[in-house]
């Protein structure tokens, strides 16, 4: 990242403590992701936890979705290796994955043989729409942090309705939206960014 763009998002005031720190808090935070998880980590890495700015969380989340694997993965690996080095992103990833996992087990196992019912059916349908509910809720949340964007907020609203229109509307594959659109605004950003720095 160049030093223009560190300089204008400023730093985040808060930092990990500990190691175990972020063991508890990304425990604290799976926990809390059901369906889609996006609104939660933004309320408690940047509102509650202040570990990053918003402008970071962007940063990092647009990294975090272009990596191979979970997004939430992702971003916990970068911020517990930023902090603390290798341990420090085993131990986010241990928080993220271990009582989730232990509990999809008991869970499994105790909702076997009602899985298939109407009711069962109906209560995963409604989660479903509540988490699109809360991951457009964040989305419109974020769009704050465009206005810090080398690139204007016009031209990033307009790159997410083209990808919304791609993916959404004409169904396009993920991998060719990615491949297309994802280099072309990357070419555009690094433009900007290079405008802003040489002004």
Request: glycine share 12%.
């Amino acid at each position: 990242m160049s030093d223009v763009l560190k300089a204008y998002q400023g730093a985040a005031a808060n930092a990990p403590k500990s190691k175990t720190d972020l063991f508890v808090s990304f425990t604290l935070l799976a926990l809390q992701g059901f369906g889609g998880v996006l609104t939660v980590v933004q309320r408690e890495l940047v509102d509650k936890k202040q570990w990053l700015t918003l402008d970071e969380f962007v940063e990092d989340w647009a990294v975090a979705q272009i990596l191979p694997g979970p997004n939430v993965v992702n971003l916990a690996l970068m911020l517990g290796g930023r902090h603390f080095g290798i341990s420090g992103a085993l131990a986010a990833l241990s928080g993220l994955l271990l009582a989730p996992t232990a509990l999809v087990l008991l869970l499994a196992a105790a909702v076997a043989g009602i899985a298939d019912t109407p009711v069962a059916q109906g209560m995963l349908r409604g989660m479903g729409a509540v988490s699109a509910g809360l991951i457009a809720a964040v989305g419109i949340k974020l769009m704050g942090a465009l206005k810090s964007n080398p690139m204007g907020m016009l031209t990033c609203i307009s790159i997410g309705a083209l990808t919304f229109i791609a993916i959404g509307l004409l169904r396009l594959p993920l991998a060719w939206v990615l491949l297309s659109l994802g280099p072309l605004a990357s070419v555009w950003a690094a433009h900007c960014i290079k405008q802003r720095g040489a002004a």
